[in-house]
């Protein structure tokens, strides 16, 4: 069975393992963030409280354990927080990217002719702009906010799943088993729901649990920019952004305030660490091209 594969697979690799071990931690983060650091605002559990109106941060304490950054802002509720604001963002993003991608690409290849055409130039419209440039120009355009950088990542995240979907669904239509569902008598939506979908998917699932941690990787670099989280939000890239002004420390001191870029630099670091980890593992699994 699949399922007896992939947990096979996790167990008995070290890296897919380390990879899902990662995952496990955050997403235990994620939900008992509540319980590790208590909502301070009812209305927005992601605003992080503010201790005081100090301009320079302070270090890891008792009463902060990962320090704060300027202007005061807790650092450790920033991080436990950003966990649950990084999956809700990598999560929604991939999902609709991949949806859309699954609709256009799925599309384009099965009716073919000018459709396919239509279809892959305005996928091509929006491979020709980098992605991460034409995410800036959507999200400065609509406005920084967190679901606005959403849209936008989802705007530039879904044509590669089209362009994967459509060359998986041009080779599954030419097999055997299409024509002999296309020669019973099966309809279109039938032989494509049913026959040619199921088994030109599973790269597509690959790329997408690799995509996850690169979509927050992304997020991040926006909100770093200005075009995402709100200052004071519970978001990794804005608790870096907090924190360029401190990078070189003081002239006596270089490494006076390491942990304002340490602590969520490291969050960063290791949360798509472990998706590309488990996204190997899947695509080892799923993708029958790997030996």
Known sequence: MLKNRIFKRIYTT????????????????????????????????YQMPQKSYQIAPQPPSAQ??????EQQ????????????????????????????????????????????EVLMRLTDVVFAVPSLVLAMVIAAMLGPDIKNMMIALTAVAWPSYARLIRGDILSV???????????????????????????????????????????????ASLSFLGLGAQPGTADWGQLIAM???????????????????AVPGAAIFLFVLGWNLLGDAFRDILDPRQV
């Open 173 to 219: 239509k030419r097999r055997d088993y299409v024509t002999a569902a296309r020669t019973l008598g099966a309809g279109g939506p039938r032989i494509l729901l049913r026959h040619i979908l199921p088994n030109s998917i599973y790269p597509s699932v690959v790329v997408a649990s690799l995509d996850i941690g690169y979509i927050v990787l992304t997020a």
């Open 243 to 261: 924190a360029r002004n401190w990078v070189l420390g003081t002239a006596q001191n270089p490494l006076a305030y390491w942990y304002t870029v």
């Open 14 to 45: 070290k890296t897919s393992l380390a990879g899902f071990l990662i995952v496990a931690f955050f997403l235990l983060i994620a939900l008992f963030a509540p319980v590790l650091a208590p909502v301070h605002n009812a209305n927005n559990p």
């Open 73 to 116: 802002y807790d650092l450790y509720y920033g991080v436990i927080w950003g966990t649950r604001l990084a999956f809700g963002i990598g999560i929604t993003v991939t999902f609709f990217a991949f949806l859309i991608g699954l609709l256009v690409g799925a599309v384009a290849a099965y009716f073919g002719g000018k459709v396919d």
């Open 64 to 69: 902060n354990w990962f320090g704060t950054t």
